[in-house]
């Protein structure tokens, strides 16, 4: 019968051994095919941006006696034919709409057809409109917080493992979490809202954290390794994934379960439409961070360093000695 603490122990004394390092060269092909798609799907499927990025009115019917979704659409479109809307229910009682841009006239028109499909007063029918401009400084906003997070955590990785190898490879894992993870959310129509930008900070911190405790193993592995001739700097990272490996899936399996609660039980089922954003994007996010830490991130590191000289002449001792084994076998 399996055991997961006999697997665990046999992950890390080397027993039991998935070949990250080894394969690293078809995990990187893989990764970058990755990498593209999720860069091509803007072409396939233009990524929708929120309201909160594009400008447009907005529309609230306070406690309606029905929430039909459909009502709305159809209210606005009586008043602007062809009229993109985005209806959700907020609160369980509530309905938001959204739509494009509106002059004034219109949306004194639209507010009193909504009044009228919803049975309500106009005066419970707010309306408010949300400039471009807006959104525009919050994308600038989101780029300088993503670039200033990646310089210092650039910065802090390489003081800590006294080496920018390290950092460099935790930072190129970082962006290949960030890319595949908006190709997957965009890919599966959903609009990249502010909160969705947040759940994309909120993973790379995650992913951080993940990549920061495998590649503390990493350190030790190699380091303690520096003077023996049992194993290649490529094993000796290799055996440190391995090590951390079932700690890694455990992390990421009780980090997606509230998550994954929020968005299947919360949003899905109980209609909770404004935690779908953020609750998708961090789900996503966390599978992906797993999957990069140790397909890519850990092999990458692997390979900026196995070629310095000193790694070299060591891995070449270690192979020396095992021919020498084979020899007197």
Same mark, same amino acid.
């Given at each position: 019968?399996?055991?997961?603490?006999?697997?665990?122990?046999?992950?890390?004394?080397?027993?039991?051994?998935?070949?990250?390092?080894?394969?690293?060269?078809?995990?990187?092909?893989?990764?970058?095919?990755?990498? #593209?798609?999720?860069?091509?799907?803007?072409?396939?499927?233009?990524?929708?941006?929120?309201?909160?990025?594009?400008?447009?009115?907005?529309?609230?019917?306070?406690?309606?006696?029905?929430?039909?979704?459909?009502?709305?659409?159809?209210?606005?479109?009586?008043?602007?034919?062809?009229?993109?809307?985005?209806?959700?229910? &907020?609160?369980?009682?509530? &309905?938001?709409?959204?739509?494009?841009?509106?002059?004034?006239?219109?949306?004194?028109?639209?507010?009193?057809?909504?009044?009228?499909?919803?049975?309500?007063?106009?005066?419970?029918?707010?309306?408010?409109?949300?400039?471009?401009?807006?959104?525009?400084?919050?994308?600038?906003?989101?780029?300088?917080?993503?670039?200033?997070?990646?310089? #210092?955590?650039?910065?802090?990785?390489?003081?800590?493992?006294?080496?920018?190898?390290?950092?460099?490879?935790?930072?190129?894992?970082?962006?290949?979490?960030?890319?595949?993870?908006?190709?997957?959310?965009? #890919?599966?129509?959903?609009?990249?809202?502010?909160?969705?930008?947040?759940?994309?900070?909120?993973?790379?911190?995650?992913?951080?954290?993940?990549?920061?405790?495998?590649?503390?193993?990493?350190?030790?592995?190699?380091?303690?390794?520096?003077?023996?001739?049992?194993?290649?700097?490529?094993?000796?990272?290799?055996?440190?994934?391995?090590?951390?490996?079932?700690?890694?899936?455990?992390?990421?399996?009780?980090?997606?379960?509230?998550?994954?609660?929020?968005?299947?039980?919360?949003?899905?089922?109980?209609?909770?439409?404004?935690?779908?954003?953020?609750?998708?994007?961090?789900?996503?996010?966390?599978?992906?961070?797993?999957?990069?830490?140790?397909?890519?991130?850990?092999?990458?590191?692997?390979?900026?360093?196995?070629?310095?000289?000193?790694?070299?002449?060591?891995?070449?001792? &270690?192979?020396?000695?095992?021919?020498?084994?084979?020899?007197?076998?």
């Amino acid at each position: 019968m399996f055991s997961m603490n006999e697997f665990g122990n046999n992950l890390y004394s080397g027993k039991t051994s998935f070949p990250f390092v080894g394969k690293r060269r078809l995990w990187f092909i893989i990764a970058v095919l990755l990498v #593209l798609g999720s860069a091509l799907v803007p072409f396939i499927r233009p990524i929708q941006f929120s309201i909160e990025f594009t400008g447009g009115s907005q529309f609230m019917i306070v406690d309606p006696s029905s929430t039909d979704q459909d009502v709305a659409t159809e209210a606005v479109r009586s008043v602007v034919p062809g009229a993109a809307t985005k209806v959700v229910v &907020v609160n369980g009682k509530d &309905v938001r709409v959204q739509a494009d841009q509106m002059s004034t006239q219109e949306t004194q028109e639209v507010k009193a057809a909504l009044a009228a499909a919803y049975d309500v007063e106009p005066t419970e029918v707010a309306d408010s409109f949300i400039g471009p401009a807006w959104g525009e400084n919050v994308t600038r906003q989101s780029l300088w917080g993503l670039a200033i997070f990646l310089a #210092l955590t650039f910065l802090i990785l390489a003081i800590y493992f006294r080496t920018w190898k390290m950092s460099a490879a935790a930072i190129i894992g970082l962006l290949d979490v960030l890319v595949i993870t908006v190709g997957i959310y965009s #890919l599966a129509g959903f609009e990249i809202s502010p909160a969705a930008v947040i759940g994309f900070l909120t993973i790379l911190a995650y992913s951080l954290y993940d990549t920061t405790v495998v590649f503390d193993k990493v350190r030790e592995n190699t380091t303690e390794d520096a003077n023996q001739t049992t194993r290649t700097f490529g094993e000796s990272v290799n055996l440190a994934v391995n090590q951390t490996l079932v700690r890694s899936i455990n992390t990421s399996v009780v980090a997606a379960l509230p998550v994954g609660a929020i968005l299947f039980i919360g949003a899905f089922w109980f209609g909770a439409e404004t935690l779908t954003d953020i609750s998708l994007s961090i789900f996503v996010g966390i599978i992906v961070a797993t999957y990069s830490t140790l397909f890519v991130a850990a092999p990458l590191y692997a390979a900026f360093r196995e070629k310095e000289p000193a790694l070299a002449a060591h891995d070449a001792k &270690v192979y020396e000695t095992r021919e020498r084994a084979v020899a007197k076998a």
